[in-house]
């Protein structure tokens, strides 16, 4: 599992480090070197030829103003002939140096760089710099220039002009949108990122992309976006949360000492300690600290495989009410979803007309009540109004019965009372009273606004893309519901942590691809029903579980190209297979 850190459990991971004399930037700068002479170096090697004039110093400080390139093979200079294929000797790169511990990294890095060969010259957007970073820089035989000496748009050039930038500006303790100049000067940057397309430069952040949410992954301002992330120690929480996370490219983690568990007395302060794979995280259920990620072993290892002792009614009865005489679609696709999932037996509440449909396509479903072990309520159900009273099809009235039994306001039912249950789409406008954790509440961020308006929160669709994890957990506290925030990167909030899932394709976003998802959803709630009801931190382990799955199974059945809700079913029974197997 990848586990993010905060901030502040960042810096209290480093100051015992520090005083013990580790040379923390040290490894940081050579690492950093090391992934940009990597870069350059296969760059290099892929384009073989070309040529590149370098000017002297031109008027605006920088060097380099006039150049006439053929390609873009770094290496050649006039007088010398081009650099042989992987030469990494001649290579531009400019360095974004911002005043505190990253920018002496990027400034330690940028010197490792010129004695490999390599052109580099560092823009210093403060007045200050780190004084032994710039101090190494100038004596390897670095040039730095002043952002006030040489404005933005000759920085502007220069980038365009470079192989490789790195984005030094700001570390960990930043918070908010970048402040002038530094923040004029990434906004002018990021402007012409995006017009040069695949000619801008390999852009490399340091530690993380200047401007994030280093513990929401929030984008108050304007952030460079990254081809690669190389960060420290440990995985920051911005960079595997949406939006932020889709600005950090690559992510390449490097150890320069961080314990991997710190012990109980290293946090000072901490409440309580919840340990979720490799590293253990302190603070409340709440707290920003904990953001996971769920990797194929996690999942493998949560997954209710049976045994030869098992039969259909252990291994878990999904009850699916979904789909109605106007949307029976969403009914087929939850139902093979539990169904390609594993599950013992799908069972299916709904008008006859849309039962037939279910039956035409998984004639293994029961279209029966009975016993049933984990609920899958609202897909294909429109929003209730309760103005307007249940639906012709009955099945408002369907779910209402089922979430009794969910929340326990019935001590029991005809289903044996309590029980987990996936509440998606209109089943979400049939909340009325607080939810245990075992209930998963599956909206997009549209829904998911809606939802949260009812509660008296003011907060549109937009609010909730900007800050997915705040408002899914502002959810979760509301509701005492687990809360699966669907999106190109997912988000799940429940007891003692928080989930970040990206494992499907841009082209998973189609219409039925989430009760595909409800569907796997519900049979891995019904697999461990007794365990999630006993353990509340489950749930949301066993949510991130089946994003995992359900998005393999779209990366495999889109292949790289477009894809439709029911194969996404079809390809879940490989990816649990190579799962399991592995």
Not at 244 to 252: M, P
């Amino acid at each position: 599992m990848k586990d993010a850190w905060s901030s502040d459990e960042v810096r209290k991971a480093e100051e015992p480090l520090i005083a013990a004399g580790e040379p923390l930037m040290a490894r940081a700068a050579y690492a950093l070197a090391q992934a940009v002479l990597r870069e350059v170096a296969a760059r290099t090697a892929a384009r073989p030829g070309g040529v590149r004039l370098h000017g002297g110093l031109g008027s605006d400080g920088l060097p380099g103003t006039a150049r006439v390139r053929s390609g873009r093979t770094p290496g050649s200079r006039p007088g010398r002939p081009a650099a042989r294929r992987g030469d990494v000797r001649g290579a531009r790169v400019l360095l974004l140096v911002g005043p505190g511990n990253n920018g002496g990294d990027t400034l330690l890095a940028g010197a490792h760089l010129v004695r490999r060969g390599l052109d580099v010259t560092a823009v210093l957007a403060s007045a200050r710099a780190h004084e032994e970073g710039l101090a190494a820089f100038e004596a390897a035989g670095g040039h730095a220039v002043s952002l006030a000496d040489v404005r933005v748009p000759p920085v502007v050039r220069e980038a365009l002009d470079s192989d490789v930038v790195l984005d030094g500006l700001v570390g960990v303790g930043a918070r908010g949108a970048l402040r002038p100049p530094a923040g004029g000067l990434v906004r002018a940057l990021a402007e012409a990122q995006e017009a040069a397309g695949r000619r801008w430069p390999y852009t490399v952040a340091v530690d993380i992309p200047s401007g994030i949410g280093v513990d929401d992954g929030a984008v108050p301002g304007p952030v460079l976006r990254a081809d690669r992330t190389v960060t420290f120690g440990a995985l920051k929480a911005g960079l595997l949360l949406p939006p932020a996370a889709q600005l950090a490219g690559e992510v390449e983690l490097v150890d320069i000492g961080f314990p991997a568990d710190a012990g109980p007395d290293h946090w000072a302060g901490a409440a309580q300690r919840v340990t979720l794979g490799r590293h253990a995280m302190p603070g409340t259920d709440t707290g920003t600290g904990r953001v996971h990620r769920m990797e194929p072993a996690d999942v493998a290892a949560l997954w209710p495989a049976p045994t030869a002792r098992d039969h259909k009614y252990t291994r878990g009865v999904v009850g699916v009410i979904a789909g109605t005489s106007t949307y029976p679609g969403a009914a087929v696709l939850a139902t093979s979803g539990a169904v390609r999932t594993g599950a013992g037996m799908v069972r299916y509440l709904g008008p006859e007309d849309v039962g037939t449909r279910v039956l035409l396509a998984r004639p293994e479903v029961v279209v029966a009540g009975g016993r049933v072990q984990a609920w899958v309520l609202g897909p294909g159900i429109p929003a209730f109004d309760p103005e307007e009273g249940p639906d012709d099809d009955g099945q408002a009235r369907r779910v209402f019965g089922a979430l009794a039994a969910v929340t326990g306001v019935l001590s029991e039912d005809v289903t044996g009372g309590k029980m987990p249950a996936v509440i998606d789409a209109g089943a979400l406008t049939m909340l009325e009273h607080r939810l245990p954790a075992w209930a998963v509440l599956t909206p997009h961020a549209g829904e998911l606004a809606e939802l949260l308006q009812g509660l008296g929160h003011e907060v549109d669709r937009a609010a909730v893309e900007a800050r997915p994890l705040h408002w899914a957990r502002t959810a979760h506290q509301a509701t005492g519901a687990t809360v699966l925030l669907k999106g190109a990167i997912t988000v799940v909030a429940g007891p003692g942590a928080a989930y970040t899932q990206a494992d499907a394709p841009a082209w998973t976003a189609t219409a039925g691809a989430g009760d595909v998802l409800a569907g796997i959803l519900g049979t891995l709630l019904a697999g461990r029903s007794a365990d999630v009801v006993a353990d509340e931190t489950l749930a949301p382990r066993l949510a991130a579980a089946a994003v995992l799955v359900h998005g393999r199974a779209a990366a495999g059945a889109s292949a790289g190209g477009p894809v439709a809700a029911l194969e996404i079913a079809h390809a879940v029974p490989g990816v649990i297979a190579e799962l399991l197997g592995g």
